[in-house]
């Protein structure tokens, strides 16, 4: 009997122990014995997350001592920073001061952030600023900036133009797939026209004698990333989410022709049949691998693809040049108050440190591609895609409507015309459904 | 010798105390069930009753506004409808293969030990790190899969939308195999080997041995095996969220893909509560039954 009560005791304790191990390990403030006070931000791992942890230990030696403030950089993975965020703010957490967040969810996020007050935001490309406005309320400061390109392979496009021969093939697929036999132009000359027969031409199922097997590489998963580059070909032809009432507009003739422009190259073999569940890293590879001529591509592709240690079969060999249609979908990666945050404050202090142009030439020379204009331009010799990023922001950049259930529309779009894009279903079908279903995210 | 002289008072003492002790001995396995099973699941419950998205964190009640938002559109049946599908394919192919592989390793032959060995590796590597193996291992514009098959002459396009969906069940099958396996293996090394004798003493051939002596007697193995392994394939979600994302279109969104973007993407937990909800409703009438099924002794199983 006295062993039981012994191992009754026992059990009862390493009860009481568990119990205390899952309880909070404790509250109090985060300010230091020195008055120091300590603040958490978000990142997420990659060349954004590393350029802002080198920004950051330059804080907290420098200008942080100052303040009186260390922040403490935490980094989430790079898929999920945002599931994680998004229960972080259901829960009400307060742990974390400065939140990640990003053009297409700072709607969503909205309620969960404090709006920003009193930080000068001139510096920035004022599409950045536009795209993290919400009811008339900045939410986010902008980061890092996204846009899009045409990355093409210099000596095959040259051999082209300088080619007769070559020439007349060109016009020839024209005259098939246009109905008019256009002449081959430079890469930054094209429009989507030029692009579908370009991808032909570069493709072996259209002209046996191509250097490369497909033409191009579609990014066709379902996936909400997607949706933002499938954008540059609707805006380019013309049509947008919304018309000018603000009514879903996908069912236009323009957003039937920029899917049937996806679908047609999916079937006609212009793009491999694993572009179906191609993103940004498939992308890349198709086009280091040699086995593609060109591709509508991520701004922060560029440098990889001409490094010669990340891809020796192309590097010195990949151009740059605007989208095709003249229209980039720009996005800005950006740092967001959490109205439930502990330290607002000097959360705030931190990010109007941020908004300066030193701390943006700091976040440049670590790698990141800043949101400031000026920076860009005085940083051309760190990447030579820098230039390039600020003229076509500038020049023909678009910002999507922001509205609460963005960053869902980006996804629905993905999910609803992601199978017509690779010709599974039929574009009528999967423009009607889309536009349904972004009329309904509208409306919420 | 004392126990024949116990009061029925002292027996009630003694038996009070015998289940005071159990229970403080199960108590932390009843706290540890209450604060992450309990808890979890009516919060869970709770929220698909609630309006409860990121924009409005109010989590006012809302009736069943959630479950009928869930199947105003066929987003949710959909999914549900290629989980299950999935699930009976696969988990029919992962038994009879478990089945086959464990009756052949029952056996003595050169090299079995290394052989096992390699049957059990897939399960050992956690399910989202196999599909980004099997992303850059099999797509065909990078992968190593289809370069070697080019090799041979063969051309294949394993993500392309005709094939996706077989190419998903058979990753699945090559994942979990092993593990049917596993179950029925170790059945099979507590099988009673006079039985077998018996039958073969009587004139039993292998075919007829297999059919009424080994697989009524596996039967509880078997259930076990299959239960398991069905949990774990309607809740689908690592290898085909990584390969696919549930597209092209929604073909191979599971239920908990489903669940997951209705969460994470579209921030509406009240909604996402509720499909979670449904499926542990439509799943939970199962669990007695199989229950009863595993837990019987003897070749019928039925009590």
Known sequence: MRSSRAIAIGAAFLTAVSL???????????????????????????????????????????QGKKDKIHVELVLLSRQDTFSKETALMASKDGDLDIYWTASYNVGQFSGSLEPLEGIDTSNYFPVAVDGLTYKDELYALPLDVSNHFLLYRTDLIDTLLNDPAAAATYSALAQDILGEARQPV???????????????????????????????????????????????????????????????????????????????????????????????????????????????????????????????????????????????????LSLSLNKYGDSQDAAKTVLSYLATTDAMTAYAQAGGIPAMPEVLKANVDLNPAFNEVATSIADYGYAEPVFPKTFQAYSKLAEDLSGAWVGQTSVDDAVETANANLQELLDQ | ???????????????????????????????????????????????????????????????????????????FLRSAGFTVGFAVVVVAFEMLLGFALALLMNRAFPGKKLFFTLVLLPIMVAPALLGIMFRLLLNGDIGAVPALLEQFGLSVSLFAPSSVVPLLVVLDILQWTPFTFLIIYAGLQSFPRELLEASSVDGAGRFRSLFHIVLPTLAPVLFAAFFLRMIDALRTFDVIYVLTAGGPGTTTTTASIYIYKTAFEAGDFGKAAAAALVMLIVLLPLVPFIVRRIAAPGKDGAR
């Open chain 2, 1 to 75: 010798m004392t126990g024949s002289a116990l009061t029925p008072t002292a027996v009630r003492t003694h038996r009070r105390r015998r289940s005071l002790t159990a229970l403080l001995l199960a108590s932390p396995l009843l706290v540890f069930a209450a604060v992450f099973v309990l808890y979890p699941l009516i919060t869970g419950a709770l929220t698909a009753f609630q309006a409860s998205t990121l924009l409005d964190q109010s989590n006012e009640f809302n009736g069943v506004d959630n479950f009928v938002s869930l199947f105003k559109n066929d987003g």
């Open chain 1, 186 to 332: 430079p890469a930054d000359q094209w429009d989507l026209d030029d692009f579908q027969v370009m991808a032909a031409y570069f493709s072996t199922s259209a002209n046996p004698a191509s250097p490369t097997q497909y033409g191009t590489i579609l990014q066709a998963k379902n996936l909400l990333y997607n949706t933002m580059i499938w954008n540059d070909v609707l805006w380019g032809l013309g049509g947008s989410w919304t018309d000018d009432d603000g009514k879903a507009a996908i069912d236009t003739a323009e957003g039937k022709a920029a899917v049937q422009l996806y679908a047609d190259i999916y079937k006609n073999g212009w793009t491999s049949p694993d572009s179906a569940q191609a993103e940004f890293p498939e992308t890349q590879a198709a086009l280091q691998s040699g086995n593609v001529a060109f591709a509508i591509q991520w701004s922060a592709a560029f440098a990889a693809l001409n490094d010669p240690e990340q891809s020796p079969d192309i590097a010195g060999k990949i151009g740059i040049a605007p989208v095709p249609g003249g229209q980039t979908h720009v996005h800005a």
């Open chain 1, 20 to 62: 205390a191990g899952c309880s909070a390990s404790g509250g109090g403030d985060d300010a230091n014995a020195d008055g120091t006070e300590t603040i958490k931000m978000v990142a997420w791992p990659g060349p954004e997350g590393d350029a802002m942890a080198k920004v950051i230990d330059a804080y907290n030696d420098g």
